[in-house]
């Protein structure tokens, strides 16, 4: 945070957190960071975040589904991923379980499926062991689980 900025009163605060949450969903911890930055005490930060949390502009359970559906959708990240990244901003154990459920089964294993034979037609000079090897690392890195992966792995070896 910028140490030159001035101390903003709760309201100003409150105000400038509404349009924060406004604009896409967040975190409780993103936004108890930004009324820090704005200069509040901690007994202001908690009466912010429960003003907050009353006028609906901040809902945990809503920002874990909304960005469990995005990362997975624009990223192509999987559960692993995800769950991994909720617990970095503090999201509870409930919130992440109905996000993960949010994402549909059968569009997951499509994902996980076409991510595969891009990246294997992307492996065509290695040698097969490597080239198996290589796409398991980059499946893994992008949060898919290793049974789910063994399966495709079988998938396109039963394709050539």
């Not at 907050?52 to 990362?71: C, D, M, P, V």
């Not at 997975?72 to 990244?85: L, N, S, T, V």
């Not at 062991?129 to 398991?136: A, F, N, V």
Request: charge should be positive; aromatic fraction near 12%; proline fraction near 1%.
């Amino acid at each position: 945070m910028r140490g030159y900025q001035q101390q903003l009163s709760l309201e100003q605060a409150l105000q400038k957190a509404r349009h924060y949450c406004a604009y896409q969903e967040r975190a409780h911890s993103e936004v108890k960071e930004k009324l820090y930055g704005f200069g509040l005490r901690r007994q202001e930060v908690e009466e912010a975040l429960s003003r907050l949390i009353e006028e609906n502009y901040l809902n945990e359970e809503r920002f874990a589904i909304q960005f469990a559906g995005g990362r997975f959708r624009m990223k192509h990240w999987g559960r692993i991923r995800i769950r991994y990244e909720l617990k970095q901003k503090q999201v509870g154990d409930y919130c992440i379980k109905k996000a993960l459920v949010s994402i549909d089964e059968d569009e997951y294993h499509r994902t996980l499926f076409r991510l595969a034979e891009d990246k294997w037609s992307d492996l065509q000079e290695e040698e097969p062991y490597i080239r198996r090897q290589k796409l398991q690392a980059y499946l893994v890195q992008k949060g898919y689980e290793t049974d789910r992966i063994q399966d495709v792995l079988a998938q396109l070896k039963e394709k050539e």
